[in-house]
């Protein structure tokens, strides 16, 4: 259990949404042999270890995150968790905020972006990665049907307005059924609208901990 101001974060009994973002935004990925992959939060590595596992073996990802501990963590006592997720050879990890990594660009687009961070969009939304200018930035550093893939502690349909209006195509998820369900959406630029599972109209309880 990782705990923040003395709040669950997370805890490696409750993941389910954290391996759905990564699933859910594989699956859209476009189809290459080597997808390029990055990764805002590292968390636990669910998130980074059900990417893998829906990945080729060519695949390159790259995680960001910006606490030297939980790095730490996960390539120490954390790392059984996941089948040593970190040390896949098509992984690297950078500390570094994901938003330096989208703005700085590179020599090809990503083919998709996976944010999970702290609470995600919602009434108190982070303008660094969530706000309108960092939308259209994220959906710069995408490639033509590239895919956003954002975890949020609720649905935020304000963040759901500005992802439409910076040139996505949102679906928003509930991952399982009964008990805290947090959201995923998946946001593809300039492709078909994915479908969104049912029952996702519901509204989550407010909680701060990972389902």
């Known amino acids: 259990m990782i705990l923040l101001d ?10 389910r949404s954290e391996e759905a973002l990564a699933t859910l935004a594989c699956s859209q ?13 590292l968390g636990m590595a669910y998130t980074l270890r059900a990417a893998l596992d829906a990945l080729p073996e060519k695949a390159q990802l790259l ?4 606490h030297a501990v939980v790095v730490a963590w996960c390539r120490g006592p954390l790392a059984e968790l996941t089948g040593g997720a970190v040390f896949d050879p098509r992984v690297t990890v950078q ?37 309108s200018a960092a939308l259209e930035r994220t959906r710069a550093a995408l490639c033509e049907g590239g895919v956003l893939g954002v975890w949020t502690e609720q649905h935020d349909p304000s963040f759901v307005k500005r992802a439409r209006k910076a040139g996505f195509q949102v679906a928003r998820h509930r991952p399982g059924k009964g008990g805290l369900r947090h959201v995923v ?27």
């Open 185 to 211: 959406y998946i946001a593809r630029a300039g492709g078909i609208r994915a479908a969104s599972t049912r029952g996702d109209r519901r509204r989550e309880p407010e909680r701060h901990h990972r389902s």
């Open 95 to 131: 500390q570094v905020d994901v938003a330096q990594l989208i703005d700085a660009g590179s020599g090809r687009p990503w083919d998709g972006i996976l944010l999970d961070l702290f609470q995600g969009p919602g009434t108190r939304t982070d303008d660094l990665h969530f706000g």
């Open 6 to 15: 003395g709040q669950i974060l997370m805890t490696s009994a409750a993941r």
């Open 29 to 41: 990925l476009p189809r290459r042999r080597a997808p390029r992959v990055l990764i805002g939060g």
């Open 63 to 66: 995680v960001a995150e910006l």
